[in-house]
C-alpha cells in the first residue's frame, strides 16, 4: 500500500483532501480484477484526475473504482464477474507513478477504507504471476 484512506496532502496538488481509497503500488501492465460481480458502469477518461477509470456497480448495489490504469479492457454496460480481467496498472491522470488507485463505495456513493474489505471480500490484482 502505497497511499492509505483518509486526510492527506495531495502529492501533487499540495492541498489537504480525502483520499477516498488506498493506492496499491504495482508495475505497469500488472493485470487488475474486477472485485465482486456487477457490470461497468463507466469505463473511459476521468477528467477529475482518475485519468482511466473503469467503475464496476456490483449486484448490491455498491462500486468499486479502478484509477489510473493503463489499459482499459471492458467497456460500460459489460457484465464483469468477480477476478475477471478489467484493467491493467498505469499512471494516468494525477498520479506521480504506476499503481492502482482502489475505491469502495458500499452504498454506491460514499466511499470507506477498503482495508475492511481486503483480503478476503475482493480479488484486487494478482502480480505473482507477473
Given amino acids: 500500500i502505497t497511499a492509505a484512506f483518509g486526510w492527506r496532502i495531495h502529492p501533487i496538488t499540495g492541498q489537504r483532501r480525502m483520499h477516498k481509497g488506498i493506492d496499491i503500488g504495482a508495475p505497469t501492465g500488472a493485470p487488475i480484477l474486477a472485485a465482486a460481480d456487477g457490470f461497468v458502469s463507466y469505463a473511459e477518461w476521468d477528467d477529475g484526475g482518475y485519468g482511466n477509470l473503469?467503475?464496476?456497480?456490483?449486484?448490491d448495489g455498491g462500486r468499486t473504482l479502478y484509477a489510473h490504469t493503463n489499459r482499459i479492457?471492458?467497456?460500460k454496460g459489460q457484465q464483469?464477474?468477480?477476478?475477471q480481467l478489467i484493467a491493467e496498472v498505469g499512471s494516468t491522470g494525477r498520479s506521480t507513478g504506476p499503481h492502482l488507485h482502489f475505491e469502495v463505495q458500499p452504498d454506491g456513493k460514499r466511499a470507506i477504507n477498503p482495508m475492511a474489505f481486503l483480503p478476503n471480500r475482493y480479488i484486487v490484482f494478482?502480480?505473482?504471476s507477473r
Fill in 54 to 59: 473503469v467503475e464496476v456497480t456490483h449486484n
Fill in 73 to 75: 479492457l471492458v467497456r
Fill in 80 to 83: 464483469v464477474r468477480k477476478g
Fill in 126 to 128: 494478482d502480480v505473482a
